[in-house]
């Protein structure tokens, strides 16, 4: 590569990563709920006219990779209209698509994706590509509040939203807005989060434009491909570390939540000299619960997981993917076909995917692969009616250990892999909800031992002031997260509940009950396992 | 201030250069010396001997800073409710936003080793009503733990201690005995989020040996200069409050910085501006409005500081990035930096490494005979030697300007961020850069952000010490009251603020200062149900200026939907004594003293009021150099700044 577009691919990088950054910020300040606002539970990128990754902004690494599906659903569906027809006669200009049907181009109904053309504003009027973000909804109807109880049915699940125009030329299309908030229970929540989104999107396309206002659109198109080639080139490069060969590797869940056990996620992993092959061929058929990840949630676990292992990581674009291919099976575990239901795939599923393909390229990469983070996200509902009357849902995943590595011991406390979102603090917890935290506090003694050890879970024990019901969706509780080398395995994570006295009750790893008055939810969630033990 | 004091300095410790200014009647003098980074007062003392010595020395300190970075506190221990002794571990359970592809994420600074976690049998119900009393034999029980470990300093931080602060004043009480110091939640930060105010009062005790003996030193070492300390939101503190509220110190330099960015923009009655500060290995960047921007928090090495702050956002790119070519090909520049030493190759202390700086000297920004600080000289034939290493068989020149183009990038990037995210659009705003090296990239960066007007204030590269010298004492209390609007937020919160209100003026009298003091009373408000708030100032109208701020800041409002007030914050500010700098230029036509590349140089001492230059042009002056490009002009303002416009 010569100077000139080693510095021009440089500058265009930080242009568009820094267009997708400004993307999130609207959407956090426009947002409307705390999930998004707080916890941060979102994503946003750009994309080029064939819809190909340009850049993300490092939000969510369960949003990588996931989005470009998203988009081509948009682009093929008749509901959302064909932007690429419409360019030729300029009429697609702020057209705005939302989707979060798990299969067709979504991932789990909270998710609401919203896809939009980025046009340019001056003389010329051709298409410049595509912006758009994904956003966690706190609730989007279903069986229970916060649509993220374990359900047999996708239909219990919550709303499900095709790939769809929710506004188009500046004028909305008021019957699919309606539509969504009567499917909700906190409609003007939902309403405020899309506003939030179409201006984020809008704040994509103003800067899209002038980017390429400034480098004069044929030089722009050429150093997007010049792009692609570089994160190309970085990723092939750091496939040169791995050893070459055909590596297998497998991991269980603990269960779906509605009778079937020991659900098995096969790998084959193939390492060649400029290609890696996923191949998720042999896990098990789908399941009746709500554990079930389609195949966008897969790939993004993978794509994760070889970033993971990359240094220098390459650009997160197109380019990337393009030594990557992910093989699955419709009707799996891992690629889910309709009517499974999915709530549990992206943030439990997708954890577990992630520990099968690092378990593979540790064999690839020996000594650079950690042992085992907690391998989920424990998931847990609580709602009910608060004494002044007012309908209440608390939604919230706990952290855990992450594994030990060749570097240091597993930090403790911590959320892994897939997912990176902020607690919500006691005291604000306590003044919002009709629920006591009599502990929170790091779990001594579940990090597993080893030359490092892994780090220690949680306790999170939580009593309710008022008759609620409760949700849970975890893992790990059965199977433990595994060890490094001989190093030991984390501590399995239990779930109690505690009656006001007596001995306490074990529960499953998913399920759903009532609280009654004074009763308490005490989750431990699982450490993570160690690496190699010392020898004597 | 009192009357006596006729003579101020204003000192700042830098990592290289301790900058000083000294006001005596209406002659300004300035110096500039070499920082002792392991005895920083030593520079300080010095650069005031020098200057003559003053009544009132304002000071801006690294000290606290740098002992949070290095996460070298004393050794604290930490008392909080039972069943969470944790709290400082879990911290909000994410890992740090650098780690989220990170094999193996870092644990989180937890301050404290759990042997020094002590649990008390005690608890709050979030309004302060008491549902586990506090018995007298649990706070003996406390108190000898604690003498027990022999900690240097002792936080206190229970669970909705905002709302009652009676568990942790009793246990004050016992533990003031131990005679260490000890510092209670609610008193230093009674806001609710528990780990933020565990974090912030831990962070403080582990701070205050260290600041106390730094701060008793200096005093001595000063006599009889009064010492008084810059604090992170802008204002100054004297020596009595900063030593036991040490955190407050965390931002003290830049707060100077930004008062003087605030002066200069008065003086040319600009509303709002970008100021930019390259230092060595990093660039601060700061939206200047006519009310200070106040963050609730700052962060400090990734640990989120809740005391009010300037907002200030640090990009990691500055005069010492180093560039190289990743194994695909493409540039970067940082955020590996050479630092101030052995720092750029051009210094001629063994770096090798090509850097940022090392590329605007080889394209003549920086004059070759330029010495740093007026002492440190250059070596200019490092430079190109270094970029070559990038790649033998390309010009140094193309080199240079291909590293600084990629640097530019990524401060755009960065710029664009912060305003966005406050809610603020740069375009129409003038940028005023400062430091050593802002001057050099002003130019490109207002073209890549679209601005008009640059404005370079007087002895930029002394402006955090300056700023001082425009800076009154305050002090800002805070308390989180948690009321809806239906349950009497108002009276509640109205009290409280006379309470605070009384607090912060009876603190700054005991330090000697008199009245009349200026008072702001602000309350952050949220809808219920919302995680964050917005701060608006505290009247009987609090709603309708919150549903007004709500539209503006977040493009929507809801109207009548119920609204809590969450935290009721005072500032009291001693009177402005604001002195008017003397007016200070040379005479007659502009004359080039040289020529660096292809552009002519000119002292800024020389030139005149209402002299003009075109660029390309430099300009240079004791403590910086500013590099005026092609198609820029350049007015000396009638107060001595110059202006940049296109």
Redesign the interface.
Known sequence: MNLQTATDIAVLHHALVGVAEEMGEALKRAAYSPNIKERRDYSCALFDKQGRLLAQAAHLPVHLGSMPASVEAVLNSPYSLNFNQRATTGLGKHSYAVVNDPYRGGTHLPDITMVAPAFSYGKRSGLLGYVANRAHHSDIGGAAPGSMSPQTDLMAEGLVIPPILIEEGDNLISPVWELIKANTRTPEEREGDLWAQIAACDRGMYRLDEIVERHGQAKYERLCNALFLHSARLLRENLKSLKRGLFKAEGLMDDDGAGTTDIVIRLKLTVARDKLVFDFGASDAQVRGGINAVRAVTQSAAFYSVLCLCDPRPPINHGCFEHIDVITKPGTVVDARRPAPVAGGNVETSQRIVDVCLAALAQAAPGRVPAQSQGTMNNLTIGGVAPNGEQFTYYETIAGGCGAGAARDGASGTHSHMTNTLNTPVEALEHAYPLRVEEYALRDGSGGEGRHRGGDGVIRRIRTLVPAQFGLLTERREHPPQGAGNGNPGRQGINQLRFVDGEPEVLPAKCSGHLQLGEAIDIRTPGGGGWNRRSR | MTRKDTTVAAIDVGGTFTDAVLLRGRVLARCKVPSTPDDPGGAVAEALQRLGGASLLIHGTTVATNALLEGKLARIAFVTTA?????L???????A?ED?????????AELVPRELRIECDERL??NGSVAVRLARKEITRVAEAVRVLQPQAVAVCL??S?ANPMHEQALGRALRKLKIPVVLSSDLAPE?????RSLVTTANAGLMPKLQSYIAKLEAKVKPARVVLMHSAGGWLPAEIAAIEPVKLALSGPAGGIAGVRHALDAESIETGVAFDIGGTSTDVSLVTKTPLLRAETQIADLPLRTPSLDIHTIGAGGGSIAY????????VGPESAGADPGPACYGRGGKQPTLTDALLVLGRIPHDLKLGGEMALHPKLAPDALKRL?KS?QPK??AD?IV??AL??I??AL??VT??R?HSVEGMALVPFGGAGGMLACDLAELLGIETILVPHDPGLLCALGMLHTPASRDLSRTV?RRESDDAFKTANAVAKELKARAETELRDCGLRGPFKTQLTVDARYV????ELNVPLRKSWKTEFVKAHER????D?GDAPAEIVNVRVRVEAKRTAPGLPIESGKGRPAPVGRSGHAPVYEREALAIGAKLKGPAIVTELSSCLYLKAGWKLEVTGVGQLRLHR
């Open positions: 069943g969470f002794r944790d709290v571990a879990i911290g909000r359970q994410n890992r936003p989220l592809y990170a094999l193996e994420p870092k644990q989180r119900e979030p669970l909705h905002y609710f989020r528990e780990y933020e070519l990743d194994a695909g090909g493409a540039l970067h790649d390309a193309r080199l291909a183009r990629v990038a990524g755009e990037r664009r961020r966005v995210e809610g948690l149900g919302q995680s964050f800041q977040f493009y929507f809801r």
